[in-house]
């Protein structure tokens, strides 16, 4: 197959699923091509992707750049120059716009768009009045629509009550990166290692991390905490740390392309999110046997279960905390979790396991006559 991937390629999930998934297809001999306004940075230099990236105009006339029109004019370049099949859409906004537009500016019908909702795009983005109706046309135009789980699937159809319900993949891991390979083990000194990793946006309740970790470093003062990633909360995020005085126990590392080793160091991921769609940071952590102290919110529960770590009330802190002490404090609890939480992720997010499910879609919206919008989900 000649595939076109786009997506954003900043460190939030979509970006990084969809490029780990156009390396995994590259990999299976497919003629993957890969889209965005820079490479991201989960996409390796050596892989067998063909990069392009989207040129941006510079014209006195416009106050801001007509990214979105670039955008459609560039998919419309690259699926007539090289031929391509299928133009995969990571977020609504404005990549599966893009690709509907570029396919009415082909003239064509035979051109096949698949578009995988993230979450944001549809619940922050999508959803907003000045894009409603935008987006629910380019989500009844293509041909089939995947969620990263049941959860954002059954939203969508709330939110965009025309289209049938989205095939639900979740986020999946590489198993070959992602291992508890070499993982450090529970000190039985007290110093923890703890970890956050997010692209620091308000949803995430970074200042919960912080509070969570001050009341687990109350009891274990050699506890330390790495925090991963970038964005608009990390200076308040800091700061807190500052005020409640664990700032010194505290270590950015910003955005890095290789993280499996910042997780098997760790000892829990902690993730208090107001919601996550899937979170591809869990998953991650599980495969890694990392437990992880989350919040019962959103697709979240069908990454993380009481066996494989802690679910909580969104903002219940002294919960969380109580929760971690406990694990923390109980070596055997710990290695259970960790070594059940490979075996979720393993069984239930690997990579082969999405890279069938997503050649399956492939597959079906290439069959002649096939209908639009692939209304199953695969649990």
Aim: charged share 20%; aromatic share 6%.
């Amino acid at each position: 197959m000649k595939i076109l991937t786009l997506c954003h390629p900043t460190q939030g999930g979509s970006g990084v699923i969809a490029s780990e998934l156009a390396m995994a297809l590259a990999e299976k001999g497919h003629e993957i091509h890969l889209l965005s306004t820079d490479r991201p940075f989960r996409l390796r230099e050596d892989s067998f992707v063909r990069f392009h990236q989207t040129p941006v105009v510079d014209y006195p006339l416009f106050a801001r750049p007509p990214d979105d029109l670039c955008l459609a004019n560039k998919i419309a370049d690259i699926v007539d120059q090289e031929g391509i099949e299928i133009v995969h859409a990571h977020y609504a906004i404005p990549h599966a716009v893009g690709a509907i537009l570029a396919r009415i500016l082909l003239g064509s019908r035979e051109l096949k768009v698949l578009t995988t909702l993230h979450g944001t795009d549809i619940m922050l983005v999508g959803v907003r009045p000045e894009l409603r109706r935008i987006c629910d046309w380019a989500l009844q135009e293509s041909d089939a629509t995947t969620a990263v789980s049941s959860w954002l699937a059954e939203l969508t159809q709330v939110d965009f009550p025309r289209l049938k319900r989205p095939r639900v993949i979740h986020n999946f891991v590489d198993g070959t990166r992602f291992h508890a390979q070499g993982r450090s083990p529970l000190p039985s000194d007290g110093r923890y290692r703890l970890l956050h990793a997010s692209n620091f946006r308000t949803i995430k309740r970074c200042g919960d991390v912080i509070r969570i970790f001050a009341g687990i470093r109350a009891v274990h003062p050699g506890t330390v905490l790495t925090l991963l990633g970038d964005g608009p909360e990390l200076e308040a995020t800091l700061e807190l740390a500052r005020e409640l005085g664990v700032a010194d126990a505290l270590e950015w590392k910003g955005v890095i392309p290789s993280v499996s080793t910042q997780y098997r160091e760790s000892h829990l991921l902690l993730l208090p999110s107001e919601y996550e769609s899937c979170s591809l940071v869990s998953i991650e952590a599980l495969a890694t046997g990392t437990p992880v102290i989350a919040t019962a919110a959103g697709g979240i529960r069908e990454v993380v279960t009481q066996d494989v770590g802690h679910l909580a009330e969104v903002g219940d802190i002294d919960g969380m905390v109580h929760a971690a002490l406990q694990l923390l404090g109980d070596p055997v609890a710990w290695q259970t979790c960790s070594e059940l939480g490979q075996a979720r992720a393993k069984g239930h997010f690997s990579l082969d396991r999405a890279l069938s499910l997503y050649q399956d879609c492939y597959d079906r919206i290439l069959l002649p006559g096939a209908k639009p919008h692939v209304d199953r989900e695969e649990a």
